[in-house]
């Protein structure tokens, strides 16, 4: 199985600055003949199902405001909230899709400073 | 919209069965492989089954692999997973997911306790 790694576990943010949440996966996630990262972020509130925000490593989901951008490729990924809000508290989790079982990282708490 | 919606949870006896269903709507059900994921209380988001779209290919969690079975009827728009001989380890919420990036269903509270 892949495993997947964030960084750090739990993150205190002020409210407006910049936020980043880092997961390495054990191996690759770049299928090489379609050039795509089989790779998610979601964003879990309590109450809430996890809800997806960006795939394919990059590609932000209908809806999803432009703060949240994702970056990397292969095994290495960067989420990152541009200007935090008070309701992007939440658990980020990342996740490989690449092959079965998905796999998720442990998760990271982000909170207002 | 793609909507997923869960039923069949609640409160069972450790050895007992548990049935729980997904309804999909808003897209081509039949095209889609689908997906089981649980949280556990205070833990992360554990994957638990995959069934293809056309339901010839199944693949489980070592942890429920023998005890769970997921099937679905295409008919119905409607994906499925038997629970049997839970232990209180499978207390959890269990959602559905549409692969290969949701979205997920609202999930439905399993307890396993005596």
């Known amino acids: 199985d892949i495993v997947m790694t964030q960084s750090p576990d739990s993150l205190a943010v002020s409210l407006g600055a910049r936020a980043t949440i880092n997961c390495k996966s054990s191996q690759s996630v770049l299928y090489s003949s379609n050039n795509k990262n089989y790779f998610a972020w979601y964003q879990h509130k309590p109450g809430q199902p996890p809800k997806v925000l960006i795939s394919?490593?990059?590609t932000r989901e209908s809806g999803v405001p432009d703060r949240f951008s994702g970056s990397g490729s292969g095994t290495d990924f960067t989420l990152t909230i541009s200007g935090l809000q008070a309701e992007d508290v939440a658990v980020y989790y990342c996740q490989q899709y690449y092959s079965t079982p998905w796999t998720f990282g442990q998760g990271t708490k982000v909170e207002i400073k | 919209q793609v909507q997923l919606v869960e039923s069949g949870g609640g409160v069972v006896q450790p050895g007992r069965s548990l049935r729980l269903s997904c309804a999909a709507s808003g897209f081509t059900f039949r095209s889609y492989s689908m997906h089981w994921v649980r949280q556990a209380p205070g833990e992360g988001l554990e994957w638990v089954a995959v069934i293809s779209y056309d339901g010839s290919n199944k693949y489980y969690a070592d942890s429920v692999k023998g005890r769970f079975t997921i099937s679905r009827d295409n008919s119905q728009n409607t994906l499925y997973l038997q629970m049997n001989s839970l232990r209180t380890e499978d207390t959890a919420v269990y959602y559905c997911?549409?692969?290969?990036?949701?979205?997920w269903g609202q999930g439905t509270q399993v307890t396993v306790s005596s």
């Open positions: 394919w490593a990059s």
């Open positions: 997911a549409k692969d290969p990036t949701g979205p």
